[in-house]
Protein backbone atom coordinates (compact mmCIF):
# COMPACT_ATOMS: atom_id res chain seq x y z
CA UNK A 1 0.00 0.00 0.00
CA UNK A 2 0.64 3.66 -0.54
CA UNK A 3 1.10 5.24 2.72
CA UNK A 4 -1.04 2.93 4.58
CA UNK A 5 -3.65 3.09 2.33
CA UNK A 6 -4.82 1.52 -0.80
CA UNK A 7 -3.33 2.01 -4.55
CA UNK A 8 -6.00 3.96 -6.41
CA UNK A 9 -5.70 2.65 -10.25
CA UNK A 10 -7.36 4.22 -12.97
CA UNK A 11 -8.32 1.82 -15.75
CA UNK A 12 -8.64 3.44 -19.49
CA UNK A 13 -10.11 1.36 -22.35
CA UNK A 14 -12.40 2.01 -25.08
CA UNK A 15 -14.19 -1.41 -24.66
CA UNK A 16 -16.74 -1.45 -21.63
CA UNK A 17 -16.12 -5.47 -21.19
CA UNK A 18 -12.29 -4.64 -20.85
CA UNK A 19 -12.48 -1.74 -18.55
CA UNK A 20 -14.73 -4.16 -16.22
CA UNK A 21 -12.83 -7.18 -16.27
CA UNK A 22 -9.23 -5.19 -15.85
CA UNK A 23 -10.87 -3.48 -12.59
CA UNK A 24 -12.14 -7.04 -11.21
CA UNK A 25 -9.01 -8.74 -11.77
CA UNK A 26 -7.29 -5.57 -9.69
CA UNK A 27 -9.69 -5.17 -7.27
CA UNK A 28 -9.27 -9.03 -7.11
CA UNK A 29 -6.38 -7.37 -4.49
CA UNK A 30 -7.23 -5.55 -1.43
CA UNK A 31 -4.01 -4.07 -1.58
CA UNK A 32 -5.92 -2.07 -4.77
CA UNK A 33 -9.09 -0.07 -5.18
CA UNK A 34 -10.69 1.51 -8.48
CA UNK A 35 -9.99 5.18 -8.62
CA UNK A 36 -12.20 5.40 -12.25
CA UNK A 37 -13.31 3.34 -15.26
CA UNK A 38 -13.08 5.36 -18.41
CA UNK A 39 -13.23 4.97 -22.21
CA UNK A 40 -11.30 7.40 -23.91
CA UNK A 41 -8.19 9.80 -23.36
CA UNK A 42 -10.03 12.42 -22.43
CA UNK A 43 -12.05 11.56 -19.69
CA UNK A 44 -8.32 9.88 -18.41
CA UNK A 45 -7.26 13.35 -18.24
CA UNK A 46 -10.70 14.67 -16.52
CA UNK A 47 -9.99 11.89 -13.92
CA UNK A 48 -6.16 12.31 -13.57
CA UNK A 49 -7.19 16.10 -12.75
CA UNK A 50 -10.08 15.15 -10.12
CA UNK A 51 -9.19 11.48 -8.43
CA UNK A 52 -5.81 11.60 -8.19
CA UNK A 53 -5.23 7.87 -9.04
CA UNK A 54 -1.33 6.51 -7.88
CA UNK A 55 -1.25 4.18 -11.24
CA UNK A 56 -3.24 3.96 -14.62
CA UNK A 57 -3.39 1.54 -16.73
CA UNK A 58 -4.10 2.59 -20.47
CA UNK A 59 -5.07 0.92 -23.59
CA UNK A 60 -2.61 1.44 -26.33
CA UNK A 61 -5.00 0.84 -29.35
CA UNK A 62 -8.14 3.13 -28.94
CA UNK A 63 -10.01 5.04 -31.30
CA UNK A 64 -9.42 8.57 -31.60
CA UNK A 65 -6.46 9.58 -29.60
CA UNK A 66 -4.15 5.85 -29.29
CA UNK A 67 -2.57 5.30 -25.95
CA UNK A 68 0.38 6.91 -26.97
CA UNK A 69 -0.83 10.57 -27.24
CA UNK A 70 -2.49 10.00 -24.03
CA UNK A 71 0.30 9.30 -22.31
CA UNK A 72 1.90 12.27 -23.58
CA UNK A 73 -0.70 14.23 -22.15
CA UNK A 74 -1.07 12.95 -18.79
CA UNK A 75 3.05 13.07 -18.43
CA UNK A 76 2.59 16.58 -19.30
CA UNK A 77 -0.01 17.09 -16.67
CA UNK A 78 1.15 15.09 -13.57
CA UNK A 79 4.05 12.01 -12.89
CA UNK A 80 1.54 9.12 -12.44
CA UNK A 81 3.21 5.92 -13.23
CA UNK A 82 1.48 4.37 -16.80
CA UNK A 83 1.17 0.48 -17.31
CA UNK A 84 0.38 0.29 -21.26
CA UNK A 85 -2.46 -2.56 -22.01
CA UNK A 86 -1.41 -3.64 -25.35
CA UNK A 87 -2.61 -6.25 -28.15
CA UNK A 88 -0.36 -8.69 -29.67
CA UNK A 89 0.14 -7.18 -32.80
CA UNK A 90 2.70 -5.30 -34.92
CA UNK A 91 1.04 -1.88 -34.57
CA UNK A 92 0.93 -2.62 -31.08
CA UNK A 93 4.10 -3.62 -30.41
CA UNK A 94 5.55 -0.33 -32.56
CA UNK A 95 3.57 2.00 -30.22
CA UNK A 96 4.55 0.02 -26.83
CA UNK A 97 8.01 0.86 -27.46
CA UNK A 98 7.50 4.65 -28.40
CA UNK A 99 5.37 4.66 -25.13
CA UNK A 100 8.37 2.89 -22.53
CA UNK A 101 10.21 5.45 -24.95
CA UNK A 102 8.15 8.13 -23.63
CA UNK A 103 8.17 7.20 -19.99
CA UNK A 104 5.23 4.50 -19.48
CA UNK A 105 6.49 1.95 -16.30
CA UNK A 106 5.60 -1.26 -18.02
CA UNK A 107 3.43 -2.79 -20.46
CA UNK A 108 1.18 -6.19 -20.36
CA UNK A 109 -0.40 -8.21 -23.65
CA UNK A 110 -4.05 -8.92 -23.96
CA UNK A 111 -4.06 -12.60 -24.46
CA UNK A 112 -6.14 -12.73 -27.85
CA UNK A 113 -6.37 -9.28 -29.46
CA UNK A 114 -8.33 -5.90 -28.46
CA UNK A 115 -11.07 -7.55 -26.46
CA UNK A 116 -9.48 -10.60 -24.66
CA UNK A 117 -11.90 -13.00 -23.39
CA UNK A 118 -9.13 -14.86 -21.45
CA UNK A 119 -7.32 -11.93 -19.22
CA UNK A 120 -7.33 -14.12 -16.40
CA UNK A 121 -4.30 -15.95 -18.61
CA UNK A 122 -2.37 -12.30 -17.52
CA UNK A 123 -3.93 -11.26 -14.42
CA UNK A 124 -1.21 -12.14 -12.06
CA UNK A 125 1.42 -10.56 -14.07
CA UNK A 126 -1.20 -7.46 -14.22
CA UNK A 127 -1.35 -7.60 -10.79
CA UNK A 128 2.20 -7.75 -9.88
CA UNK A 129 3.47 -5.07 -12.53
CA UNK A 130 0.91 -2.85 -10.98
CA UNK A 131 1.60 -2.95 -7.68
CA UNK A 132 5.21 -2.69 -8.96
CA UNK A 133 4.74 0.60 -10.77
CA UNK A 134 3.50 2.02 -7.72
CA UNK A 135 6.63 1.55 -5.83
CA UNK A 136 8.35 2.82 -9.51
CA UNK A 137 10.71 6.24 -9.33
CA UNK A 138 8.48 7.69 -11.81
CA UNK A 139 11.20 10.91 -12.07
CA UNK A 140 13.58 8.05 -13.67
CA UNK A 141 11.04 6.70 -15.79
CA UNK A 142 10.12 9.80 -17.12
CA UNK A 143 14.07 11.44 -17.02
CA UNK A 144 14.79 8.59 -19.16
CA UNK A 145 12.23 9.37 -21.79
CA UNK A 146 14.55 9.22 -24.95
CA UNK A 147 15.52 12.68 -26.21
CA UNK A 148 14.70 13.97 -23.28
CA UNK A 149 16.59 16.21 -20.89
CA UNK A 150 18.49 13.98 -18.03
CA UNK A 151 17.92 14.85 -14.34
CA UNK A 152 21.22 14.92 -12.51
CA UNK A 153 22.07 12.25 -9.84
CA UNK A 154 23.93 13.81 -7.22
CA UNK A 155 26.67 11.50 -5.43
CA UNK A 156 25.93 10.04 -2.28
CA UNK A 157 28.14 9.61 0.85
CA UNK A 158 26.93 5.94 0.77
CA UNK A 159 27.77 4.97 -2.81
CA UNK A 160 31.53 6.14 -1.99
CA UNK A 161 31.78 3.48 0.52
CA UNK A 162 33.47 0.19 0.39
CA UNK A 163 31.03 -2.85 -1.03
CA UNK A 164 30.15 -5.27 0.80
CA UNK A 165 31.42 -7.93 -1.76
CA UNK A 166 31.79 -11.96 -0.85
CA UNK A 167 35.29 -13.51 -2.10
CA UNK A 168 35.59 -13.42 -6.34
CA UNK A 169 37.25 -16.65 -7.49
CA UNK A 170 40.03 -16.45 -9.55
CA UNK A 171 40.13 -15.74 -13.49
CA UNK A 172 43.38 -15.87 -15.45
CA UNK A 173 41.84 -14.78 -18.96
CA UNK A 174 40.71 -11.49 -20.24
CA UNK A 175 36.67 -11.10 -20.46
CA UNK A 176 35.49 -12.92 -23.24
CA UNK A 177 31.56 -11.50 -23.07
CA UNK A 178 29.54 -9.16 -21.63
CA UNK A 179 25.83 -10.29 -20.24
CA UNK A 180 23.40 -7.54 -19.65
CA UNK A 181 20.14 -8.12 -17.53
CA UNK A 182 16.93 -6.06 -17.41
CA UNK A 183 13.15 -5.57 -16.65
CA UNK A 184 10.82 -2.65 -15.55
CA UNK A 185 12.66 0.56 -16.69
CA UNK A 186 14.88 -1.43 -19.05
CA UNK A 187 14.35 -0.82 -22.62
CA UNK A 188 15.15 2.45 -22.07
CA UNK A 189 18.13 1.55 -19.69
CA UNK A 190 19.30 -0.18 -22.27
CA UNK A 191 19.06 2.86 -25.30
CA UNK A 192 21.22 4.55 -22.99
CA UNK A 193 23.97 2.13 -21.81
CA UNK A 194 24.03 0.21 -25.75
CA UNK A 195 24.76 3.48 -27.74
CA UNK A 196 27.62 4.02 -25.34
CA UNK A 197 29.57 1.17 -26.15
CA UNK A 198 31.84 2.23 -29.00
CA UNK A 199 31.33 0.86 -32.65
CA UNK A 200 34.93 -1.44 -31.95
CA UNK A 201 33.42 -2.74 -28.60
CA UNK A 202 35.73 -5.84 -28.25
CA UNK A 203 33.21 -8.23 -26.74
CA UNK A 204 29.69 -9.78 -27.57
CA UNK A 205 27.02 -8.59 -26.00
CA UNK A 206 23.91 -10.83 -24.51
CA UNK A 207 21.08 -9.32 -23.18
CA UNK A 208 17.80 -10.80 -21.33
CA UNK A 209 15.14 -8.23 -21.22
CA UNK A 210 11.94 -9.27 -19.94
CA UNK A 211 9.07 -8.87 -22.83
CA UNK A 212 6.83 -11.37 -24.22
CA UNK A 213 6.69 -12.69 -27.88
CA UNK A 214 5.91 -10.40 -30.55
CA UNK A 215 7.44 -7.29 -28.99
CA UNK A 216 11.45 -8.61 -28.17
CA UNK A 217 11.93 -7.93 -32.37
CA UNK A 218 10.97 -4.24 -32.39
CA UNK A 219 12.95 -3.52 -29.16
CA UNK A 220 16.10 -5.09 -30.87
CA UNK A 221 15.02 -3.25 -34.16
CA UNK A 222 14.96 0.05 -32.08
CA UNK A 223 18.15 -0.66 -30.40
CA UNK A 224 20.40 -1.55 -33.42
CA UNK A 225 19.04 2.21 -35.10
CA UNK A 226 20.14 3.74 -31.93
CA UNK A 227 23.80 1.95 -31.61
CA UNK A 228 27.11 1.46 -32.85
CA UNK A 229 27.16 -1.95 -32.02
CA UNK A 230 25.08 -4.46 -34.37
CA UNK A 231 22.17 -5.39 -32.34
CA UNK A 232 19.65 -8.45 -33.09
CA UNK A 233 16.98 -10.89 -32.06
CA UNK A 234 18.69 -14.30 -31.01
CA UNK A 235 17.70 -17.07 -32.92
CA UNK A 236 18.90 -20.94 -32.21
CA UNK A 237 22.03 -21.44 -33.58
CA UNK A 238 23.10 -17.59 -34.35
CA UNK A 239 26.54 -17.17 -33.67
CA UNK A 240 28.10 -15.43 -30.59
CA UNK A 241 29.96 -12.70 -32.10
CA UNK A 242 32.59 -9.54 -31.06
CA UNK A 243 30.79 -6.60 -31.83
CA UNK A 244 27.16 -7.60 -32.42
CA UNK A 245 24.50 -7.55 -29.32
CA UNK A 246 22.11 -10.27 -29.09
CA UNK A 247 18.46 -9.96 -27.56
CA UNK A 248 16.72 -12.77 -26.17
CA UNK A 249 13.18 -13.13 -27.83
CA UNK A 250 10.82 -13.35 -25.78
CA UNK A 251 9.08 -16.60 -24.82
CA UNK A 252 12.06 -18.42 -24.93
CA UNK A 253 14.98 -19.19 -22.91
CA UNK A 254 18.36 -17.87 -24.24
CA UNK A 255 21.31 -20.05 -23.69
CA UNK A 256 25.03 -20.53 -25.32
CA UNK A 257 27.02 -23.41 -26.86
CA UNK A 258 30.44 -23.77 -28.04
CA UNK A 259 30.90 -25.77 -30.82
CA UNK A 260 34.29 -26.14 -31.60
CA UNK A 261 36.11 -22.69 -31.37
CA UNK A 262 32.79 -21.06 -31.99
CA UNK A 263 30.01 -19.94 -29.16
CA UNK A 264 26.28 -19.97 -30.46
CA UNK A 265 22.92 -19.19 -28.69
CA UNK A 266 20.74 -21.80 -28.08
CA UNK A 267 17.07 -21.36 -27.76
CA UNK A 268 14.87 -23.04 -25.41
CA UNK A 269 10.91 -23.53 -23.88
CA UNK A 270 11.25 -25.40 -20.62
CA UNK A 271 9.22 -23.51 -17.62
CA UNK A 272 9.44 -19.88 -16.81
CA UNK A 273 12.36 -19.01 -14.36
CA UNK A 274 11.36 -16.55 -11.28
CA UNK A 275 7.82 -16.48 -12.97
CA UNK A 276 9.88 -14.93 -16.99
CA UNK A 277 10.89 -16.35 -20.00
CA UNK A 278 13.49 -15.16 -20.84
CA UNK A 279 15.34 -15.56 -17.81
CA UNK A 280 19.09 -13.77 -17.12
CA UNK A 281 19.65 -17.01 -14.46
CA UNK A 282 19.22 -19.42 -17.27
CA UNK A 283 21.42 -17.37 -19.48
CA UNK A 284 24.06 -16.83 -16.56
CA UNK A 285 23.96 -20.11 -15.61
CA UNK A 286 24.85 -21.47 -18.97
CA UNK A 287 27.54 -18.88 -19.74
CA UNK A 288 29.28 -19.42 -16.14
CA UNK A 289 29.23 -23.74 -17.34
CA UNK A 290 30.57 -23.08 -20.79
CA UNK A 291 33.08 -19.86 -20.74
CA UNK A 292 33.61 -19.91 -16.76
CA UNK A 293 34.82 -16.19 -15.22
CA UNK A 294 36.12 -14.12 -17.97
CA UNK A 295 32.98 -12.69 -18.35
CA UNK A 296 31.58 -8.97 -17.38
CA UNK A 297 27.74 -9.20 -16.09
CA UNK A 298 25.72 -5.76 -15.39
CA UNK A 299 22.70 -5.97 -14.25
CA UNK A 300 20.12 -3.15 -14.33
CA UNK A 301 16.39 -1.60 -13.42
CA UNK A 302 13.78 -4.21 -13.02
CA UNK A 303 11.54 -5.70 -10.04
CA UNK A 304 12.14 -9.32 -8.64
CA UNK A 305 15.34 -11.18 -8.20
CA UNK A 306 16.13 -12.58 -11.78
CA UNK A 307 19.72 -12.61 -12.51
CA UNK A 308 20.75 -12.75 -8.67
CA UNK A 309 21.51 -16.87 -9.16
CA UNK A 310 23.23 -16.85 -12.25
CA UNK A 311 25.37 -13.43 -11.78
CA UNK A 312 26.46 -15.68 -8.11
CA UNK A 313 27.72 -18.71 -10.12
CA UNK A 314 29.25 -16.18 -12.55
CA UNK A 315 31.73 -14.28 -9.59
CA UNK A 316 32.26 -17.21 -8.32
CA UNK A 317 34.49 -17.97 -11.30
CA UNK A 318 36.07 -14.65 -11.27
CA UNK A 319 33.27 -12.78 -13.33
CA UNK A 320 33.25 -8.24 -12.90
CA UNK A 321 29.89 -7.50 -11.63
CA UNK A 322 28.06 -4.13 -11.94
CA UNK A 323 24.46 -2.82 -10.53
CA UNK A 324 22.79 0.04 -11.60
CA UNK A 325 22.54 2.22 -8.56
CA UNK A 326 19.19 3.12 -7.31
CA UNK A 327 19.55 6.78 -7.24
CA UNK A 328 18.81 5.94 -11.76
CA UNK A 329 16.76 2.64 -11.62
CA UNK A 330 13.12 2.61 -11.71
CA UNK A 331 12.94 -0.54 -9.85
CA UNK A 332 15.91 -1.26 -7.68
CA UNK A 333 14.77 -4.63 -7.52
CA UNK A 334 17.14 -6.90 -9.88
CA UNK A 335 20.44 -4.23 -9.07
CA UNK A 336 19.67 -4.27 -4.91
CA UNK A 337 18.98 -8.32 -5.09
CA UNK A 338 22.50 -8.29 -6.44
CA UNK A 339 24.15 -5.63 -3.80
CA UNK A 340 22.41 -6.93 -0.81
CA UNK A 341 23.77 -10.32 -1.91
CA UNK A 342 27.23 -8.44 -1.78
CA UNK A 343 27.86 -9.84 -5.65
CA UNK A 344 28.54 -6.01 -7.34
CA UNK A 345 31.96 -4.83 -7.52
CA UNK A 346 30.47 -1.52 -8.62
CA UNK A 347 26.82 0.32 -8.11
CA UNK A 348 26.77 3.31 -10.80
CA UNK A 349 24.06 5.16 -12.16
CA UNK A 350 23.14 4.03 -15.88
CA UNK A 351 24.78 6.75 -17.58
CA UNK A 352 28.42 5.63 -16.11
CA UNK A 353 28.11 1.70 -16.59
CA UNK A 354 29.40 1.86 -20.24
CA UNK A 355 32.54 3.75 -19.43
CA UNK A 356 33.04 1.07 -16.21
CA UNK A 357 33.25 -1.73 -18.72
CA UNK A 358 35.31 -0.44 -20.71
CA UNK A 359 37.76 0.56 -18.06
CA UNK A 360 37.38 -3.18 -16.69
CA UNK A 361 38.75 -3.87 -20.19
CA UNK A 362 41.76 -2.05 -20.48
CA UNK A 363 43.06 -3.21 -17.05
Known amino acids: MIKDRKIRVLIVDDSAFMRKVIGDILSSNPAIEIAG ?37 IISIKPVPVVMVSSLTKEGANITMQALDAGAVD ?11 DMEKIGGELLQKVLAASR ?74 HMPPGFTSSFAHRLDERSRLKVTEGSDGMP ?31 PPVRSVRPSADVLFASVADVIGGPVVVVVLTGMGKDGLDGTRLLRAKGSYVFAESKETCVIFGMPGAVVDAGLADEVLPIYSIAAGVERVLKN
Open 37 to 73: RVKNGDEALKCLRESAPDVITLDVEMPGKNGLEVLRE
Open 240 to 270: VRRGVAVVAPGGYHMLVERHSAELVCRLSET
Open 136 to 209: ASVQNAFSRSFGSKRLSVPQSPERRKPLPVVPRGASQRKPELLVIAASTGGPNALQELVPALGEDFPLPVLIVQ
Open 107 to 117: FVTKPSGTISL
